[in-house]
């Protein structure tokens, strides 16, 4: 299977830029998406294939990467940001997730 | 808009089954995969499976093959995955989540907390 590696936690203040990585033990092209997860809600999908903003997200987050190597980047960060990050590959079968990364707002 | 409305919490015995549903509504139930995920702490999310309502075409990731088995009921709008033989390893959350581009997804049910528990 596909293992899909974050780091687990990262902190940062209102205003600065955050960029979060998720690295794939093999290829998916572009077909990762990313997701935001906050405690007690369903899951948010923020990007599709790497880079595409589905309608109604802002346009404070992106996305970049291709092949092993993929990259959400929020900026700037909001207060509200806080919650969990995840990636996940819809390249190779089967579908995998990554762990997640908490972001804290400081 | 978009829903998925997952049912309740169960709590079941091991080497029994359990069903469970997700009914969608606030789009076309037949045009879309819908998607089967699993949460247990320390495992992390774990994909099940999908079906396509819309003829009833599933796909299982070969780890929940014989665990899992997914149906779809296009009357009702609702979605169901039984899971059977369970043991304490299938207590979990159980999510399903709506396909859209390219095998994202872009609507989740609240999860269903299954618990396997003599």
């Known amino acids: 299977d596909t293992v899909l590696t974050q780091s687990p936690a990262l902190a940062v203040s209102p205003g600065e830029r955050v960029s979060i990585s998720c690295r794939a033990s093999e290829g998916v092209n572009s077909y990762m998406h990313w997701y935001q997860q906050k405690s007690g809600q369903q899951s948010r999908l923020l990007i599709y294939?790497?880079?595409s903003l589905p309608s109604g997200v802002p346009a404070r987050f992106s996305g970049s990467g291709s092949g092993t190597d993929f990259t959400l980047t929020i900026d700037p960060v909001e207060a509200d940001d806080t919650a969990t990050y995840f990636c996940q590959q819809s390249w190779n079968d089967p579908l995998t997730f990554g762990s997640g990364t908490k972001l804290e707002i400081k | 808009q978009v829903q998925l409305q997952q049912s309740e919490t169960e709590l079941v015995k091991p080497a029994s089954s359990v069903k469970i549903s997700c009914k969608a509504s606030g789009y076309t139930f037949t045009s879309n995969y819908m998607h089967w995920i699993r949460h247990q702490p320390g495992n992390g999310l774990e994909w099940i499976g999908w079906i396509y309502p819309g003829n009833g075409n599933t796909k299982y990731n070969q780890k929940f093959d014989g665990k899992a088995t997914l149906t779809a009921d296009k009357s009702s709008s609702t979605a169901y995955m039984q899971l059977s033989s369970l043991t304490s390893e299938d207590s979990a959350v159980y999510f399903c989540?709506?396909?859209?581009?390219?095998?994202?997804?872009?609507?989740w049910g609240q999860g269903v907390m299954v618990t396997v528990s003599s």
């Open positions: 294939k790497a880079s």
């Open positions: 989540a709506r396909s859209v581009n390219y095998g994202s997804f872009d609507y």
